[in-house]
T-cell receptor, first 116, second 118 residues
Framework: AQKVTQAQTEISVVEKEDVTLDCVYE???????LFWYKQPPSGELVFLIR??????QNEISGRYSWNFQKSTSSFNFTITASQVVDSAVYFC?????????????FGRGTSLIVHP | GAGVSQTPSNKVTEKGKYVELRCDPI?????LYWYRQSLGQGPEFLIY????????DSGLPNDRFFAVRPEGSVSTLKIQRTERGDSAVYLC????????????????FGEGSRLTVL
């Protein structure tokens, strides 16, 4: 069974601080996909990134970066120079491939509050 | 609009009543998912459609919950004899199935239908 753990329930930072959101996953498959979604107060989940299990390269997109480490089963998300608009709940998700159903399993989410 | 549309956005009902929630996916998306999200929790999988058929309904909590997608587009989630514990936000998502049948693409979510059972 697949499982995603986001141990941080809530993080509070001041604008311009860097913040890292942790995600640890469990899977028996060697092929799988990891995702991050953002859920702003409006409620609609917004896709941020997908990473497959064969690609451990870190990725950077503007102020966002992701650190995928298979050795520790982690897929952490860092926001550099946080802004108030980054305030949202962030979800990590895991989707298993061959033998699995590709249905994403979500973590409980981390609520990020960025104060001005 | 171009996104996933869900109606109603809010539904208040009384315990024991029947409820229908509608999802209109992005045009051309063959995969459709229903999730349920309770306060402070992540989305919890309910059912997944590939085309008209339910490919995986293992997340439906009991036989009071049922979903259909008769023409492979719009889907309706049906809840019979609602209970207070059914109160949650019901999320619908769609995705474009990739070549080879792999459903590894990102899901596009609607804004959800907030169900309150009194």
């Amino acid at each position: 069974a697949q499982k995603v753990t986001q141990a941080q329930t809530e993080i509070s930072v001041v604008e311009k601080e860097d913040v890292t959101l942790d995600c640890v996953y469990e899977t028996r498959d060697t092929t799988y996909y990891l995702f991050w979604y953002k859920q702003p107060p409006s409620g609609e989940l917004v896709f941020l990134i997908r990473r497959n299990s064969f690609d451990e390269q870190n990725e950077i997109s503007g102020r966002y970066s992701w650190n995928f480490q298979k050795s520790t089963s982690s897929f952490n998300f860092t926001i550099t120079a946080s802004q108030v608009v980054d305030s949202a709940v962030y979800f990590c998700a895991l989707s298993e491939a061959p033998g699995g159903s590709y249905i994403p399993t979500f973590g409980r989410g981390t609520s990020l509050i960025v104060h001005p | 609009g171009a996104g996933v549309s869900q109606t109603p956005s809010n539904k208040v009902t009384e315990k024991g009543k029947y409820v229908e929630l509608r999802c209109d996916p992005i045009s051309g998306h063959t995969a459709l998912y229903w999730y349920r999200q309770s306060l402070g929790q992540g989305p919890e999988f309910l059912i997944y459609f590939q085309g008209t058929g339910a490919a995986d309904d293992s997340g439906l909590p009991n036989d009071r919950f049922f979903a259909v997608r008769p023409e492979g587009s719009v889907s309706t989630l049906k809840i019979q004899r609602t209970e207070r514990g059914d109160s949650a936000v019901y999320l619908c998502a769609s995705s474009l199935r990739l070549a080879g049948g792999a459903g590894t693409g990102e899901l596009f979510f609607g804004e959800g239908s907030r169900l309150t059972v009194l």
